[in-house]
Nanobody
Framework: QVQLVESGGGSVQAGGSLRLSCAAS????????MAWFRQAPGKEREAVAL?????KYADSVKGRFTISKDNAKNTLYLQMNSLKPEDTAMYYC??????????????????WGQGTQVTVSS
């Protein structure tokens, strides 16, 4: 069983930055796909950044968000710069426990954190 705990959300003005963190309970997470998803009210959960052997980004965040992980600390990060009001959502980290390869579909992830709220005002 993998437990994921996000932190770092908050309220910022457009153009600002936030860094989200996701602490994992197991060292084996370093071998698995890790991802950040977000879900705005009334919308489906969408992947914004993935990391396995490579990093991948949704077009909407490319060039503004950076996903990274510190294996020694069992922690996943999402650096978010140049934030826009449309980035407002609950952000979740997730992992495909048992798989080293990432996917864009939320249905393929079996471990999720509780989420952290990001609110960007104009």
């Amino acid at each position: 069983q993998v437990q994921l705990v996000e932190s770092g959300g908050g309220s910022v003005q457009a153009g600002g930055s936030l860094r989200l963190s996701c602490a994992a309970s197991t060292t084996t997470y370093s071998y698995y796909c890790m991802a950040w998803f977000r879900q705005a009210p009334g919308k489906e959960r969408e992947a914004v950044a993935l990391i396995d052997s490579r990093t991948k980004y949704a077009d909407s965040v490319k060039g503004r968000f950076t996903i990274s992980k510190d294996n020694a600390k069992n922690t996943l990060y999402l650096q978010m710069n140049s934030l826009k009001p449309e980035d407002t959502a609950m952000y979740y980290c997730a992992t495909r426990g048992g798989s080293a390869y990432c996917a864009w579909s939320a249905s393929l992830y079996n471990y999720w954190g509780q989420g952290t709220q990001v609110t960007v005002s104009s």
